[in-house]
Nanobody, 117 residues
Framework: QVQLVESGGGLVQSGGSLRLSCEAS????????MGWYRQAPGKQRELVAR???????TYADSVKGRFTISGDNVKKTVYLQMNSLEPEDTAVYYCNAAIPPGWREYWGQGTQVTVSS
């Protein structure tokens, strides 16, 4: 059984910063990929950023230059540093992990990020 537990969401003013964390627990030998998605009210869930086991990262165009994803393989934890936050970043942020066998995907319960103007 694999669990992803997120933390770090909250309310921040426009231009502010937040750091999200997600720790994976359970019977895990390795993690192929971890990442963050978000879903705003009335919109589809979208990829924000992800990091592969080799260290490669990808970002949505809307967050490039503002958000940074990083990972700690020993702690099985992924972080999302969010700077220069904008009201458009308001959403529930979900942690995602792809874990062997195959690329089976797991999701966290979500953490709310609200950016006020």
């Amino acid at each position: 059984q694999v669990q992803l537990v997120e933390s770090g969401g909250g309310l921040v003013q426009s231009g502010g910063s937040l750091r999200l964390s997600c720790e994976a627990s359970g019977t895990i030998s390795t993690i192929n990929r971890m990442g963050w998605y978000r879903q705003a009210p009335g919109k589809q869930r979208e990829l924000v950023a992800r990091i592969f086991s080799g260290g490669t990262t990808t970002y949505a165009d809307s967050v490039k230059g503002r958000f940074t994803i990083s990972g700690d393989n020993v702690k099985k934890t992924v972080y999302l540093q969010m700077n220069s936050l904008e009201p458009e970043d308001t959403a529930v942020y979900y942690c995602n992990a792809a874990i062997p066998p195959g690329w089976r995907e797991y999701w966290g319960q979500g953490t709310q990020v609200t950016v006020s103007s």
